[in-house]
């Protein structure tokens, strides 16, 4: 049987008097798992990675790593981290911000070099080793990143949208790192991401965040069954004519919009369409084009956290 790596019971952490960032979370990822949590913007997954590494303190509830309840002190150094924010020096090469890592924490000589050594190669980064990084390009920089998250050998590596920003190339290629880390050192791996393509593709297990809780957790293929039904996207004229489609067909099945298209889920897919055309007919409610498709994960995130995917990657 597996072991756990992270278990939440509970927990609970609120900002100031009224923000109630995470809400009795509970949550079991088991050791060697690619882990994606996912939500809307401020549903509290960067909190819970926060709390999760110790950069914030939890107001109450149970937390665990590896069967031992979290201790700042001593979990360190089972911990990689990579922020949102790169934590790449522009002014240090890629050599010498690997090396500054290492020796933040506490290594050093040849066990240092080493290590150094076999980063800049797993990155393929060895070439442009002593470039200065402000010279790399945005997927090189993730790498360096990614690199400088394991300089320590950690156990369990956070990733807080570890690929925003980077273009589909460099982003397949920092996938199939993620997986070889997971394969061969066993690497447990915690990811948030706004990305469903990457989630689904990537991780495991999703669990998608609402409100400082896990509104729904599983496998991506076991979401997306759950869900069961057909989604169809509606394109209306302009954004005025989909704010009306959306009232009206409101009252019969479970919509969201972005801009001038809808969204709509339906048990029934395609034989529902006729009807769907012929209601929006009868309130001069003008459709320009609509398609059928099965459900995918975003269709499992915006019936759970009742937002279009879109909504969220645009702000
Ligand atoms: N330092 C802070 N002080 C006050 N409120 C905070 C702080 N950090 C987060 N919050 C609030 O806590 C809630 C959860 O925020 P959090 O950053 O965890 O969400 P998120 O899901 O990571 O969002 P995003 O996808 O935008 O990064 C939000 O309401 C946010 O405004």
């Given amino acids: 049987m597996k072991k756990t790596a992270i278990e939440m019971k509970d927990v609970r952490k609120t900002y100031g008097k009224d923000v109630v960032a995470i809400n009795d979370l509970s949550l079991t ?26 950069l914030a303190a939890a107001d109450a509830g149970d937390i665990f790593l590896f069967d031992k309840k979290l201790n700042t002190h001593n979990m360190k150094k089972w911990i990689g981290c990579v922020a949102q924010q790169s934590g790449v020096d522009p002014m240090g ?3 010498e911000n690997l090396m500054l890592q290492g020796r933040i924490h506490g290594l050093k000589g040849k066990e240092l070099k080493k290590r150094v050594e076999e980063l800049l190669e797993r990155f393929h980064l060895q070439k442009d080793a002593n470039r200065l990084s402000m010279k790399y390009s945005g997927g090189m920089k993730r790498k360096l990143d990614l690199a400088m998250g394991l300089i320590h050998h950690p156990k369990l590596l956070f990733l807080d949208e570890p690929t925003t920003g980077l273009d589909p190339e460099a982003r397949e290629d920092l996938w199939k790192t993620i997986r070889q880390l997971q394969s061969e050192e066993g690497l447990t791996v915690v990811l948030t991401t706004h990305y469903m ?22 496998t991506a293929e076991e979401l997306k069954n759950k869900l069961g039904g057909d989604t169809l996207t509606i394109q209306c004229t302009d954004n005025a004519q989909a704010e009306r489609a959306k009232e009206i067909l409101r009252a019969l099945y479970h919509v969201t ?8 889920h339906s048990e029934q897919g395609a034989e529902e369409l006729p009807k769907i055309f012929k209601v929006l007919e009868s309130e001069q409610t003008e459709v320009r084009s609509a398609a059928v498709s099965r459900p995918a994960l975003g269709d499992v995130y915006l019936i759970y956290t009742g937002k279009a995917l879109s909504e969220e990657t645009k702000q």
Avoid: C, H, Q, W
Wanted: aromatic share 6%; proline share 2%.
């Fill in 93 to 95: 090469t890629g050599r």
């Fill in 257 to 264: 919009s972005d801009e001038r298209t809808l969204y709509v």
């Fill in 29 to 54: 990822i088991e050791e060697g798992t690619i882990y994606a949590l996912l939500g809307p913007n401020g549903s509290g997954k960067t909190t819970t990675i926060r709390i999760l590494t110790s």
């Fill in 197 to 218: 393509e990457e989630a689904d593709e990537l991780s495991d297990r999703v669990a998608f965040m609402n409100e400082g809780k896990i509104v729904v957790e599983g």
